[in-house]
Each structure stands twice: as structure tokens, then as C-alpha cells.
């Protein structure tokens, strides 16, 4: 007997985990202790030393970027929550690192209005440019006043806490700034070009 | 018109548990009654599905530990630190209870009473449950090549089958990670190289070779066997993963 | 081939059977798929699955490249296999 296409048959005494909406996190979401490790290739390995990044204006015009010059940038402490849209939530987590308003203050950012993070080992995201700016987003190097781990996203990874976790790239090695917007990684295969957690922007159709 | 070839179509099947058997302290074996089970191939691994009365569905992946041809059913299950489907399978299911299986699935990590070659199986805890379903049918068959087993175990309570292992005498080799039962001369730590040559068929022999268990130690056992000279086209994998979703 | 202390995060294609079997109607792990980057042919179960996150994504064993990646909402399922050449599909006897 196939069940597929007709009411699920439910197991006796099974729950899953809670799914009690807590009205301090976006629908859909619960808090975890861990920080769970979500990943789409093989985990970079980039030294603090090695590690570059190049921001690209509409124009073409590149300004790289390493280690040593992002750090004699203003640096700030961040405690923020995070939401993947995988359904997990962590609160208060803490990170330090440098708005990324900072690295884009000098380049001509004439036309535009959107941002395409790319990572080392090939991961894109979109994110609209004045998202990244006012102190809403940066690149963060320390997380719990430890260097960040490579499987967290080490040496340097962006971190833009008001949008799904997806759109903080792990390994962050370039910032392209784009006239139109322009769909990433997770972008391409249905999630949201914005993907805000409050208003649960996961996927764009359904 | 030319006639296309016609593929079995997978869909979810009604599953009653008929029996759980307690493994360890972690982990129960749970035979299942599905209509109309069209066998499996020893190896092969089910998905089963988990539905709570609100809706919310769970799906997760398990090995077969059933012989092939035996006609049974039956998934050994692991608890995973907070995983909600082996939490309730191995804690909380009675016989009675309902789940949906998908399978069975894999046409790769799969090994056939026709393989007339010698087999070399390599176990990483809980990776040892689709290796016992390839010693059950292997065994049940009174196939005539050899059949070896080296299970690394972090601890003697972690042993799965146990009493099965055992009757395999010299066939089976069981190395100890974490603790190492009393009277034991070998300290408890990861399987070496040296070991690893010394308890398994020489790679002369041209065994097919299956290795299961933690990502981390496939890798480690892939490295060391083809250094012994196994033919990489010969060894099989799976890896299963310490899942990091919540 | 991993870096010392980095654990390496992939399973095998073989993990994801069940997904795949839901996109192509039946088991293709034992399906030979070609690398479109560096031409490999390897069966789909020999893949590196990347399972936890937002979606799954199969990579070429031998180059790390993307063969399959497919993300699913509660009634659309978005698919791109531009990495992947060619799939080979045996019926078994």
C-alpha cells in the first residue's frame, strides 16, 4: 500500500523537536545551543596572511584588500542573532570586525545598487547595497573573542544579521557592486533575492 | 515507436514496526512489516519517514542489517546527539507503531552472493550495519570465498551484534578507540596502518572492499588501503556523517 | 586530502538516493554521470554530497566541481545540473 498522495500515516508518540513559536524569534524558527556547520563544498582553508579581497565597482575598477589593511580599518564589536533558513536561531552571538561601509567609503560607487559577496571555493550572494551600509553588516575575523574557525567561515566571512544566515558568506574573498540585481548560489535554485527572516522571505515562489 | 526502458518508481510505503531489539545502549535493531517488500541487495539502506499528528514530517536515511533474500526487514538505528528520528526510534517506538520507508535505495555500496572474490568489509562504529547484512547473506549462502570484518569501536558497549561478531572467531577483528575491554594487551586508539595490514586480506588477494562509517574515518581507512595496494576501482565507500543539523 | 583539523563534511552521493529518486523517479546512484569541468565518469554514488544546508549539492569527486545542486520549497523543486555532462541510466535486469 502506497501512502504517497494521500494523508501522511502518523507515528505513534512522535513529536520532533519543538515547534512552539517563540515570539521573540521570526516565524518558523527555534533556538539551538550549537552552532551548526552548513555547508556546500569543501571547507576552505585561506590563512589570516593569504587571505584577499577584492571589491569591483560597476565600472570594473578593483581595490584589494588584506588582512593586515582590513584590520587598521575602525574595528567594532557585534552581538547579534542569527536565523537560517534552515530553521535554526542562535542569540547574542558575538564578533568583531569592520562595517564593510568602511571598505566602500573611497570606491566610486556610481550606479550602484546591489552587492554579489563571492567566497573562496565559488559560493555567491546577492544582497542590495544599502543593506550592507549604516552599520548593518560587516566582515567579522573574531567570533566568541576567538580568531574565526575555518568551518565558520575564517579567515573573514560577512556577516549581515538582519537577512537569512545564507546571505553572510563564509570566506568572503570579493564584493561586487552591481547596477541590477542579480541572483547567487541559493538564489539561483529558488530562495529569496532578499530573505528577510521577519517577514519569512525563504523561498521566492511558495 | 521505440519502447522506453522502464524504471521501478520509488514512493513512500505504510511500515509496522513488528520488533525492536535493543543493540547497546545507543542503538536498537527494528524489524519492520512492509507490503508487498520487494527484497533487498545486502548494503542497501532505506529512508523512513516520521509524521507527528500536526504534520510535521521527518525523513532520515537507514542501513539494512537483514540478510538479502532472508525476506526481513530489519534497520539498526544510532542515536545521534539531539537527533529527533533516532531519538524516537531507538527510545521511544514499541512494536505496533507506524513509519513510512522509501527503498530500498543504493545500487553502488551493494555486494551480490554473485561476487565469486574475496571480501574485505571495514566497519567505523555504527557504519558496521550494512557490512552485517553483506556477513548475513554471505554467511547464509555458505558462499565459499572468505569474508573478513575489522570493526574500530570507540568502547566494548558500543559493540553492534555482538554475539554474531564473536562466531566469526578470526574472520572479524574488533579494535577499541576509547576503551579496551579488561585483559585487553592492545591500548584503546585509532586503527593504524600496521594494523590495518595485519587483520585484513592482502590486497594480493584482490578482495572487493567495503568501507563504512564516520566521514573522517573513510577517508583515513581509503588513504591507508590503497597504500596497501588495494585497487582503488575495488574499494567501495559510504560515509555517513555526524549530522549538523539540529 | 583535507587540510589537518578541518573535518571534512561530505557523504556520498549514495546518502542522497532517496532525493534522487524523488527528482528521477527511480535509484540512479549506480548511474554513471560525466564531469562537465574535468570529464571524470564516476556513478552518481561516488559523488560528494553536501546535505545539511539550504539545499543539496553533488561535486565531482575527482575536481570538487558542481555536478547537481537542487533546492526544494513545499511545491516547487529548483534543479541545475549544468556540471554534469551527461547521466548514464541502466535499467537492472
Redesign the interface.
Known sequence: MTSSGTQPLVSEGFSGRMRVQDPALPPGQHLVDRFPVMSAGPTPVVHRRAWELTVTTPSGRQTPWDFAGLTRLPVEDVVADLHCVTRWSRSGTRWRGVPVEALLREVDDAGARYVMAHSYGGYTTNVPLEDLLDGRAWLVFDHEDEPLSAEHGGPVRLLVPHLYLWKSAKWVNGLTLMSHDAPGFWESLGYHLYGDPWREQRHSRD | MARAATLPRLTWQSATLTQVRRESSTASTLRLDVAGWPGHRAGQHVDVRLTAADGYTAVRPYSLASAAGSGLVEITVATTPGGEVSTYLVNDAVAGNHVEVRGPLGSWFVWDVSDPDPVQLVAGGSGVVPLMSMLRTHGSAGHPAPMRLLYSVSDPEQVLYADEVEQLAHAATVLHTRHSPPGTARPPGRVTPAEVEEHTLPATSRPSVFVCGPTGFVEAMLTVLTGLGHDPERIRAERYGERSSP | M??PG??????????A??AL??L????I??AMGTCTACGNRA????T?A??????V?L?CHAC?S?LM???T????T???MSGLRSIE?T??P
Not at chain 3, 578541518?6 to 546518502?15: E, F, I, M, T, Y
Not at chain 3, 520549497?73 to 516547487?76: D, L, P, V
Request: charged letters at 25%; glycine letters at 12%; proline letters at 4%.
Open positions: 583535507s587540510e578541518v573535518v571534512p563534511r561530505h557523504l556520498d552521493g549514495n546518502a538516493a532517496g529518486a524523488e528521477f523517479g527511480t535509484d546512484t549506480g556513478a552518481m554514488a561516488e560528494h553536501y546535505v545539511d544546508g539550504p539545499g549539492v561535486r570538487d558542481v545542486r537542487w533546492a520549497s513545499r511545491r516547487t529548483w534543479l541545475e541510466i535499467v537492472a
